[in-house]
């Protein structure tokens, strides 16, 4: 069990194998912000790069998009999915959530199609933003004195 209060501090990742998006968000505001991509050989390790974005924001609870079929079944890249988070939940010693993030690229997609110039770094960070901040409006968040106690 994993307590969440009004000071844990979340980093949303939409994990993919060429790139990885980030979002962050806190419990307090309950809003989710992309703060970019991390792509597979132009941004060194993937470790590294997480490292330093939690030190930064003093991360204290992970939560990774789970890539499920439509119809909610595994698919290969859910089992690699759930092979990182394990590997980043060992790594960095803080609790992973896996939520479910069927249809977030889509929905990243629509809402960037208003934007001019759009990467895919963008529509990864976006998506990560979208299964951050869906998670976070899921959770009932209490107060510091009354924290809740969830299952990773």
């Given at each position: 069990m994993t307590a969440i209060n009004t000071t844990s501090v979340f980093l949303g990742l939409d994990y993919g194998l060429r790139r990885i998006g980030l979002a962050a968000g806190d419990a307090t505001n309950k809003l989710a912000f992309a703060v970019g991509a991390h792509v597979e050989g132009r941004d060194g390790s993937i470790l590294k790069f997480l490292q330093k974005i939690i030190d930064e924001?003093?991360?204290?609870?992970?939560?990774?998009?789970?890539?499920?079929?439509?119809d909610g079944s595994d698919g290969d890249i859910t089992q690699k999915t759930r092979r990182f988070a394990?590997?980043?939940?060992?790594?960095?010693s803080l609790p992973v959530f896996l939520w479910d993030e069927r249809y977030t690229s889509q929905e990243a997609d629509h809402w960037l199609k208003t934007k001019r110039k759009?990467?895919?770094e963008d529509r990864?960070?976006?998506?990560?933003e979208i299964i951050l901040q869906s998670f976070l409006e899921s959770h009932h968040i209490p107060g510091k004195?009354?924290?809740?106690?969830?299952d990773p």
């Open positions: 924001r003093k991360v204290t609870h992970l939560v990774i998009g789970l890539p499920l079929q439509t394990k590997r980043i939940e060992e790594e960095f759009k990467s895919k990864d960070a976006l998506a990560a004195t009354n924290d809740v106690e969830m």
